[in-house]
């Protein structure tokens, strides 16, 4: 095929037409921002290789720590420690268990003691007609051992508070005569019998 004009001609005028600058320019600012990244990439290579012998370090660190603790540790010496510890948990446990209840008896008694107080206060200094009563009754019991002791006889009372024994001294003769007080005989004859006796 013949063609009209030149070769080169065609040539030097197809490439005259053709405006490359902008392909030139998207091209070099492509090539910079590989080269951005590129520098970015190595950057952030290098941060993480330091933070990984970081870390290295301290697993190796916290392994030799570890095998240390595990070389030094004795299971016996737990198991003993812990026993211990069981036990002393165990007594603790019983002493606040018997302290709670020492501390129930104590308000009980404490709840006991003021109702008698508030009872002695209504019955006043003088303890009520039956305190009365009793205290004469024991005033004239005192009165009449004070008049046995004169005479030389001296009365002796068991565990249930009665009068059950009698030791009657007679110093003019020298003797000691212990008389045991049967209900079943009469106070007449007792009083004989002291006479007697003296």
Same mark, same amino acid.
């Given at each position: ?37 590129q520098q970015a990439r190595d950057i952030r290579i290098r941060e993480a ?50 302290? $709670?209840? !020492?501390?129930?008896?104590? %308000?009980? /008694?404490? &709840? +006991? ?8 206060? =209504? ?5 009520? $007609?039956? !305190?009365?009563?009793?205290? %004469?009754? /024991?005033? &004239? +019991? ?8 004169? =005479? ?34 009469s106070r007449f004859f007792y009083a004989n019998y002291f006479w007697q006796?003296?």
């Amino acid at each position: 095929m013949l063609l009209d004009e030149d070769p080169a001609t065609l040539i030097h005028h197809t490439v005259g037409n053709f405006n490359i600058h902008p392909d030139k320019s998207a091209i070099e600012r492509i090539n910079d921002s590989l080269n951005t990244l590129q520098q970015a990439r190595d950057i952030r290579i290098r941060e993480a290789e330091s933070a990984l012998r970081k870390l290295s370090r301290n697993l190796s660190s916290l392994q030799t720590h570890h095998e240390e603790a595990v070389a030094a540790h004795s299971s016996t010496e737990h198991e003993s420690e812990i026993l211990a510890l069981d036990t002393q948990k165990f007594r603790l446990a019983k002493s606040t268990s018997d302290l $709670e209840i !020492e501390g129930e008896r104590l %308000e009980q /008694e404490l &709840e +006991t003691l003021k109702g008698r107080l508030l009872e002695l206060e =209504m019955q006043g200094v003088e303890g009520g $007609e039956a !305190e009365k009563g009793k205290r %004469e009754l /024991e005033d &004239e +019991t005192i009165l009449r051992l004070k008049v046995y002791r004169s =005479m030389g006889i001296t009365v002796e009372s068991d565990d249930a508070g009665r009068y059950g024994k009698a030791v009657i001294r007679n110093t003019a003769k020298g003797d000691v005569h212990v008389v045991n007080i049967d209900p079943k005989f009469s106070r007449f004859f007792y009083a004989n019998y002291f006479w007697q006796t003296m």
